[in-house]
């Protein structure tokens, strides 16, 4: 995913005022580098593949003792780990299930962290998105979930990443935020006037 220019947050910040001015609900957006380090995954794979090195000493008869075998082991393990520790490398072995299952768990946590679900009418939603993994989810609270139906929201995470494989991240968010906003003016009208209990501007973490 590519980020977002300023232009592209003081666009997103002034239609989420925009559609607040015109609803009684809370929108927040969110994005993150990526929802975690990792680590210890290209530890396993180091460990792995240092694991199937002897086995591979003795398939190919190479003349080396127990001593030298220990040493090409931990020494392969080492740059192994290394490597696959880098970026490019690390989200390439990181299973795609794992990643959106911590980027899921990210999302929820920063929910309740930023206050979504204390609002007075419990109608906060929260557009989530993690770089690395690649990832969007929008999650609703209890009085938005009563009139709206989840498959809805996955409707837009869908075109939301439809988007992002073309490389149109910031135009993505944009009708995301857009849409989202047509859903609240129609199921929670409001006036200008109501409280703004959360912030308007991207968080960005």
Request: glycine residues 6%; proline residues 4%.
């Amino acid at each position: 995913m590519q980020h977002l220019t300023e232009q592209n947050k003081r666009k997103l910040c002034q239609q989420i005022r925009d559609i607040e001015s015109h609803c009684d609900a809370e929108l927040v957006t969110v994005i993150t580098r990526q929802s975690d380090e990792y680590h210890y995954i290209p530890v396993l794979w180091a460990a792995l593949i240092a694991l199937l090195l002897p086995g591979l000493i003795s398939l190919l008869d190479l003349p080396l003792n127990v001593g030298d075998a220990y040493l090409v082991q931990v020494a392969v393990f080492a740059v192994a780990a290394v490597l696959l520790s880098w970026p490019p490398i690390k989200f390439r072995v990181v299973p795609k299930s794992v990643q959106y299952r911590r980027a899921s768990l990210h999302a929820h946590e920063l929910f309740f962290i930023e206050g979504l679900h204390i609002t007075e009418n419990r109608s906060g939603v929260m557009i989530f998105v993690s770089l690395a993994e690649r990832y969007v989810e929008i999650i609703a609270d209890h009085g938005i979930a009563e009139k709206i139906d989840q498959s809805v929201w996955q409707d837009i995470v869908d075109e939301f990443i439809a988007d992002v494989s073309r490389g149109n991240t910031a135009e993505g968010y944009t009708r995301a935020v857009e849409r989202c906003g047509a859903l609240l003016q129609t199921h929670f009208p409001g006036g200008p006037g109501g409280a703004n209990e959360l912030p308007d501007h991207l968080i960005e973490l």
